[in-house]
T-cell receptor, first 114, second 111 residues
Framework: EAGVTQFPSHSVIEKGQTVTLRCDPI?????LYWYRRVMGKEIKFLLH????????ESGMPNNRFLAERTGGTYSTLKVQPAELEDSGVYFC????????????FGQGTRLTVV | RKEVEQDPGPFNVPEGATVAFNCTYSNSASQSFFWYRQDCRKEPKLLMSVYSSGNEDGRFTAQLNRASQYISLLIRDSKLSDSATYLCVSHSGAGSYQLTFGKGTKLSVIP
């Protein structure tokens, strides 16, 4: 069974540009999460989808970040315009409804804003 | 104060040794806890879940002390393949699915 997949694995963009990250959760997992790790810090929660609905977006840093999950399958996280402090590793995770929060993580997208 | 605190290490131990990591949490309402393992530039992978006082899986034992608000992970008979960063994670429950991560403890098992 395929795990959580993320695309791209790396992205280098200039300050002010737009970047869109994609996450494909494990098939059948209704819960989808985005997390982020900036250099030297711990992994931090960004938001949680249940199917196509945003359940909790309390971790989103500001309105330059927009997450979508149309159709309740894959999700995108767009950063527009990107700032230097947005650099980090963005992880997507998914879990089944009913198994609580035992989440499976993707390999992450390493974003560098220059 | 960080919600989840861990000694960053590194812990350098010889093969076959027993090593223990501690983790403290500040949110007394936290319901469940996890240990994730993360290899360099890889994704975190769930190692163990800790819902009650503890859990054991082969060479790995996790213990939870709610009174003192700490969780431990014990690794017996360390293998070279155990070298990784171990992340302590809490979940507050209360209708939220957010996981709160510590910064991790780095373990290097030496031949």
């Amino acid at each position: 069974e395929a795990g959580v997949t993320q695309f791209p694995s790396h992205s280098v963009i200039e300050k002010g540009q737009t970047v869109t990250l994609r996450c494909d959760p494990i098939s059948g997992h209704d819960n989808l999460y985005w997390y982020r790790r900036v250099m030297g810090k711990e992994i931090k929660f960004l938001l949680h989808f249940v199917k196509e609905s945003k359940q909790d977006e309390s971790g989103m840093p500001n309105n330059r970040f927009l997450a979508e999950r149309t159709g309740g399958t894959y999700s995108t996280l767009k950063v527009q315009p990107a700032e230097l402090e947005d650099s980090g590793v963005y992880f997507c995770a998914s879990s089944q409804v009913g198994t609580g929060v035992e989440a499976f993580f993707g390999q992450g997208t390493r974003l560098t804003v220059v | 104060r960080k919600e989840v605190e861990q000694d960053p290490g590194p812990f350098n131990v010889p093969e076959g040794a027993t090593v223990a990591f501690n983790c403290t949490y500040s949110n007394s309402a936290s319901q469940s806890f996890f240990w994730y393992r993360q290899d360099c530039r890889k994704e975190p992978k769930l190692l163990m879940s800790v819902y009650s006082s503890g859990n054991e899986d082969g060479r790995f034992t996790a213990q939870l002390n709610r009174a003192s608000q700490y969780i431990s992970l014990l690794i017996r008979d360390s293998k070279l393949s155990d070298s990784a960063t171990y992340l302590c994670v809490s979940h507050s429950g209360a209708g939220s699915y957010q996981l709160t991560f510590g910064k991790g403890t780095k373990l290097s098992v030496i031949p």
